[in-house]
């Protein structure tokens, strides 16, 4: 199984919006409504900001949101502030030999 | 709160062994499904393997790149998880996450543990 493909960095000013792309294929994104979004600060374990494509967690902000069309899932994180700048990965559950499969990361730069 | 705290990496020659631990807090390791995720530079995150949830008969699953060389195991008197690493090689090097996982992904992962395979 491939990883899923994101775009290597995406950037904004702070309170302009960014969208991160997370694409896969038929049998995992495209199946299963499991996307999930994790946020990575350098040296530090990955934490989870969305789950099931649109879900937040609690004390995650609403301005981060999730959408899914066809193979591809997207994270938007509105009004960008400087402690938004991080690591961003994407996972999908597969349902075949290797369960879970993860995007290759997208660094966010807040400028 | 909700703790999994990851130890036992190091440094290993190709071909050794090495296991991991995984000593979680604040809730009953049996009652999840804990899975080891690893990050490397070369290979981003990967998912590793899984045990399941006593209910669920405690089976457990494997990525392809470690199936047969890795056994998952718990420890349900120490509230552990376990992680047995054989037959190492150079791109099993990478950090360790020990994960909790609701339906579909990850919600709580512990620090992390490096393991390093080099010669």
């Known amino acids: 199984q491939s990883a899923l493909t994101q775009p290597p960095s995406a950037s904004g000013s702070p309170g302009q919006s960014v969208t991160i792309s997370c694409t896969g294929s038929?049998?995992?994104?495209?199946?299963?409504?499991?996307v999930a979004w994790y946020k990575q600060h350098p040296g530090k374990a990955p934490t989870l900001i969305l789950y099931?494509?649109?879900k937040r967690p609690s004390g995650i902000p609403d301005r981060f949101s999730g959408s899914k069309s066809g193979n591809t899932a997207s994270l938007t994180v509105s009004g960008l502030q400087p402690e938004d700048e991080a690591d961003y990965y994407c996972s999908s559950y597969t349902g075949r030999d290797n369960l879970y499969v993860f995007g290759t990361g997208t660094t966010v730069t807040v400028l | 709160e909700v703790q999994l705290v990851e130890s036992g990496g190091g440094l290993v020659k190709p071909g050794g062994s090495l296991r991991l631990s995984c000593a979680a807090s604040g809730l009953t390791s049996s009652d999840f499904y804990i899975n080891w995720v690893r990050q490397s530079p070369g290979r981003g995150l990967e998912w590793v393997a899984l045990i399941k949830s006593q209910n669920h008969g405690s089976k457990t699953e494997y990525g392809t790149p470690v199936s047969g060389r890795f056994t998952v195991s718990r420890d349900d008197s120490q509230n552990t998880v376990s992680l047995q690493m054989s037959r190492l090689k150079i791109e099993d090097t990478g950090v360790y996450y020990c994960?909790?996982?609701?339906?579909?992904?990850?919600?709580?992962w512990g620090q992390g543990t490096v393991v390093t395979v080099s010669s």
């Open positions: 038929s049998s995992d994104v495209g199946h299963y409504n499991y």
């Open positions: 099931d494509v649109t």
């Open positions: 994960v909790r996982e609701a339906v579909g992904y990850f919600d709580k």
